[in-house]
C-alpha cells in the first residue's frame, strides 16, 4: 500500500522557520516526482514546490528564496525548509508523488497544519 506521510507543521511566528517532512513508502521512491501543496481556509490549493526525480526543482514566485525543497532517496523523504515565514504561508500543507509529468501527482499526503503569527 502506497502511503506518504507529511509531518513537521505547527505554529511558529512570523519570521520563524519550520522543515515538513514527506516520508514514502510502498514505492519506488528514486523514481518519483514530489511536490508540495498548501491550502488555506476558503482558498484553492496552490503550488509550493516540487523536485523532479532527476532533481530537478521549481518552486512558486511567493515562496522562491524562503523555502527550500531537498529529496533523500536513502530515506525516501522529501523536506521543505521554510524561513522566513509570514502570515500568508499559514495553510495545511500537502505533499503528492507522481511520475507521469511534472503536472500529475498519483499519491497524497493527509496534510500537516502551519500556523504563523504575526
Known amino acids: 500500500q502506497v502511503q506518504l506521510a507529511d509531518t513537521g507543521g505547527g505554529l511558529v511566528q512570523a519570521g520563524g522557520s519550520l522543515r515538513l517532512s514527506c516520508a514514502?513508502?510502498?514505492l519506488v521512491f528514486s523514481i518519483y516526482s514530489v511536490g508540495w501543496f498548501r491550502q488555506a481556509p476558503g482558498k484553492e490549493r496552490e503550488f509550493v514546490?516540487?523536485?523532479g526525480w532527476s532533481g530537478g526543482i521549481t518552486y512558486a514566485e511567493?515562496?522562491?528564496g524562503r523555502f527550500t525543497i531537498s529529496r533523500d532517496n536513502a530515506k525516501g523523504t522529501v523536506y521543505l525548509q521554510m524561513n522566513n515565514l509570514e502570515r500568508e504561508d499559514t495553510a495545511i500543507y500537502y505533499c503528492a508523488a507522481?511520475?507521469?509529468s511534472a503536472q500529475s501527482y498519483d499519491f497524497w499526503g493527509q496534510g500537516?497544519?502551519?500556523i504563523v503569527s504575526s
Open 24 to 26: 514514502a513508502s510502498g
Open 49 to 51: 514546490a516540487r523536485i
Open 62 to 64: 511567493s515562496v522562491k
Open 98 to 100: 507522481g511520475r507521469r
Open 112 to 114: 500537516t497544519q502551519v
